[in-house]
């Protein structure tokens, strides 16, 4: 049976919700993430609409460099309780039309619809899939289709907001090739820097760079990313039947030892954890701290806690507390993520305060 995945992206997520619960905001310019203080706040853009986009305001920007690119803009905290409650019907609605389902975030998710049996089939579930979306939900969704998850996360990209792009199997090269390399899954900046020391701007230069040339550049990781400039993933679309944990990472634009930066960020990300467990009625035991520094080098750190807690401060205070170790480094640091497991579910729930 023929491959067929669908890569479903909500568009300009946490904004479109704003907007659909204040019509007033509709087609105006919303940043949602840390406050600017007109200029002087610390944290970062959690996401922006397409018409802060046309400002030049991007997701995981400094929220102060936003507000100097788009002082009159809209800027909300973040609302993750109505963002989950949206997302939860969104992917509801995506469970009933797939194989199998993977929801990748908040805001997307995979499906496997080979069983369609071809790709104008599948096309049609996408359009499907849009209109009750939008309808239910008063958001809009871009799909992308194609033979595998890669291909299919670059194609829901192609067209936004509120796309479909159909990628067919022996179109794949013809459609990835012309393309940046950033558009990669794994592909940041500094990673695009590194190839573009060996001339290597395309995803066609990549896909036929020379391998040994490309290993001394990137290590192990040059096989990975070739394989994906040639349209090949065989990874599956896998169905997670039990929630074991809830985390958030975030890419930083540029590689930063700003202590304040580091700890905004992860204030943030303990933020959009806190939601998840009210959203779940959940508690945790381990609070995990992930490090990724320039070169890649990747470290965890965990704590777990005596009884099960549900209440952001004590993430806050955990993940704080193990990224010290990393901070007195002085190293610059790509990405940071934070995850809490051990999860037990029930309204019955444990501050800090009880132990």
């Given at each position: 049976?023929?491959?067929?995945?669908?890569?479903?992206?909500?568009?300009?997520?946490?904004?479109?919700?704003?907007?659909?619960?204040?019509?007033?905001?509709?087609?105006?310019?919303?940043?949602?993430?840390?406050?600017?203080?007109?200029?002087?706040?610390?944290?970062?853009?959690?996401?922006?609409?397409?018409?802060?986009?046309?400002?030049?305001?991007?997701s995981?920007?400094?929220?102060?460099?936003?507000?100097r690119?788009?002082?009159?803009?809209?800027?909300?905290?973040?609302?993750?309780?109505?963002?989950?409650r949206?997302?939860?019907s969104?992917?509801?609605?995506?469970?009933?039309?797939?194989?199998?389902?993977?929801q990748?975030?908040?805001?997307?998710?995979?499906?496997?619809?080979?069983?369609?049996?071809s790709?104008?089939?599948a096309?049609?579930?996408?359009?499907?899939?849009?209109?009750?979306?939008?309808?239910?939900?008063?958001?809009?969704?871009?799909?992308?289709?194609?033979?595998?998850r890669a291909?299919a996360k670059?194609?829901?990209?192609?067209?936004k907001?509120?796309?479909l792009?159909?990628?067919?199997?022996?179109?794949?090269?013809?459609?990835?090739?012309?393309?940046?390399?950033?558009?990669?899954?794994?592909?940041?900046?500094?990673?695009?820097?590194?190839l573009?020391?060996?001339?290597?701007?395309?995803?066609?230069?990549?896909?036929?760079?020379?391998?040994?040339?490309?290993?001394?550049?990137?290590?192990?990781?040059?096989?990975?990313?070739?394989?994906?400039?040639?349209?090949?993933?065989?990874?599956?679309?896998?169905?997670?039947?039990?929630?074991?944990?809830?985390?958030?990472?975030?890419?930083?634009?540029?590689?930063?030892?700003?202590?304040?930066?580091i700890?905004?960020?992860?204030?943030?990300?303990?933020?959009?954890i806190?939601?998840?467990?009210?959203?779940?009625?959940?508690?945790?035991?381990?609070?995990?701290l992930?490090?990724?520094?320039?070169?890649?080098?990747?470290?965890?750190?965990?704590?777990s806690?005596?009884?099960?807690?549900?209440?952001?401060?004590?993430?806050?205070?955990?993940?704080?507390?193990?990224?010290?170790?990393?901070?007195?480094?002085?190293?610059?640091?790509?990405?940071?993520?934070?995850?809490?497991?051990?999860?037990?579910?029930?309204?019955?729930?444990?501050?800090?305060?009880?132990?």
């Open positions: 049976m023929e491959r067929i995945i669908m890569h479903v992206d909500l568009d300009a997520f946490f904004p479109s919700c704003e907007q659909r619960e204040n019509p007033a905001l509709k087609d105006k310019p919303v940043i949602v993430g840390a406050d600017p203080k007109q200029g002087s706040g610390r944290g970062v853009v959690s996401s922006a609409s397409y018409e802060a986009r046309k400002f030049g305001v991007k995981a920007m400094p929220i102060s460099r936003a507000f690119l788009c002082p009159d803009g809209f800027y909300i905290r973040p609302n993750f309780e109505l963002y989950e949206i997302s939860a969104v992917m509801e609605i995506l469970k009933k039309h797939a194989d199998k389902f993977q990748a975030g908040i805001d997307e998710a995979f499906l496997d619809v080979s069983s369609s049996g790709y104008g089939k096309a049609k579930i996408a359009n499907g899939l849009k209109n009750e979306i939008r309808e239910k939900e008063r958001v809009t969704a871009s799909i992308g289709i194609a033979p595998n291909v670059i194609a829901s990209d192609e067209n907001p509120d796309g792009t159909v990628v067919k199997p022996g179109k794949v090269r013809e459609f990835l090739y012309p393309k940046s390399v950033r558009k990669l899954w794994g592909v940041g900046p500094k990673t695009e820097t590194l573009n020391q060996l001339d290597i701007k395309t995803i066609k230069d990549l896909a036929e760079a020379d391998t040994k040339k490309l290993k001394g550049k990137l290590g192990n990781m040059a096989e990975f990313f070739q394989f994906l400039a040639n349209g090949i993933d065989e990874s599956p679309v896998e169905e997670v039947h039990e929630i074991k944990s809830f985390n958030r990472e975030h890419t930083f634009e540029e590689d930063t030892d700003r202590r304040a930066d700890l905004s960020t992860i204030k943030t990300l303990v933020h959009d806190g939601g998840q467990l009210k959203q779940n009625e959940a508690t945790f035991k381990t609070v995990t992930k490090i990724r520094f320039s070169n890649f080098e990747t470290y965890t750190r965990a704590k806690l005596p009884v099960n807690m549900d209440d952001e401060k004590t993430i806050l205070r955990s993940a704080n507390s193990l990224a010290e170790e990393f901070l007195k480094t002085g190293r610059k640091i790509r990405l940071v993520g934070v995850r809490v497991s051990n999860l037990k579910f029930g309204p019955t729930q444990k501050k800090l305060s009880d132990i």
